[in-house]
């Protein structure tokens, strides 16, 4: 038997999603139908991170276990003819069997692209929140500080999504700029569903005054959804990295 780490990277624009479910096709699902093409057996892959509908990743990490003789190459180059164009395996590799790509990660790294401009651009509306109103990118900084180590996020998860337990840490955010495209990145030991949009979407009211300084302590306090800004859209989130 063969453990087998994949390193994924995908366009989520026409995707439900990571995770297999009812309504609409999945990348977990469209992955396992090209397993199933290359060695005839139904396998399902673990995940490292669960991304929401329309977002993508750079670095996704998936693993599943199977015996066979072919070469990681082999597989790679298999796996990347039978998938579509906005998903592909990046990396093949045998890993120790009890590797588990979601329990064993220690931290994950997201970046959500802004296009801070009344004008739009057609090489980055794909992939990017466009926000024409002018944003104070250190006042949101400053409030973004308030959210680094460990914290109850239920102010932060999907109001329709009943995770157990809300206390998540964050090791690092910063906020960068560049002309009329601002660059906001996470780093955490794991994520409620929406979490990264939803505190994207709190930093932009910050930003441009919807909220004012003391705002995001305040939020974090009162563990209520309604506190906290809207939920940034899918389309300019990205699964950066996954640290093991």
Not at 130 to 149: F, T
Request: glycine share 6%.
């Amino acid at each position: 038997m063969h453990n087998f780490k994949l390193i994924i990277s995908y366009d989520g624009t026409n995707y439900q999603g990571w995770q297999i479910q009812k309504n609409g096709i999945t990348v977990q699902e469209t992955i396992e139908k090209a397993i199933y093409r290359l060695f005839n057996e139904n396998i399902k892959i673990i995940g490292s991170s669960r991304t929401d509908s329309g977002v993508h990743a750079k670095f996704q990490v998936a693993n599943f276990k199977i015996k066979t003789q072919l070469t990681c190459q082999k597989i790679k180059l298999a796996l990347n003819k039978y998938l579509p164009v906005d998903i592909v395996i990046l990396k093949v590799e045998e890993v120790s069997l009890d590797f588990h790509s979601r329990f064993d990660a220690k931290e994950k790294n997201y970046k959500y692209y802004i296009l801070n401009s009344r004008d739009k651009d057609p090489f980055k509306d794909k992939y990017s929140w466009q926000v024409p109103y002018e944003l104070d990118i250190l006042k949101m900084g400053k409030e973004a500080n308030c959210l680094i180590g460990e914290h109850d996020f239920k102010s932060f998860k999907a109001k329709d999504k009943k995770e157990k337990q809300s206390i998540r840490k964050i090791y690092d955010i910063t906020i960068k700029k560049k002309f009329s495209f601002i660059e906001i990145q996470i780093k955490g030991n794991g994520f409620l569903y929406n979490m990264v949009r939803n505190i994207v979407g709190t930093l932009v009211d910050i930003g441009r005054g919807y909220l004012s300084i003391g705002s995001m302590k305040n939020i974090l306090k009162n563990k209520d959804r309604t506190f906290a800004g809207p939920t940034a859209p899918a389309k300019g989130l990205f699964l950066e990295k996954i640290l093991y």
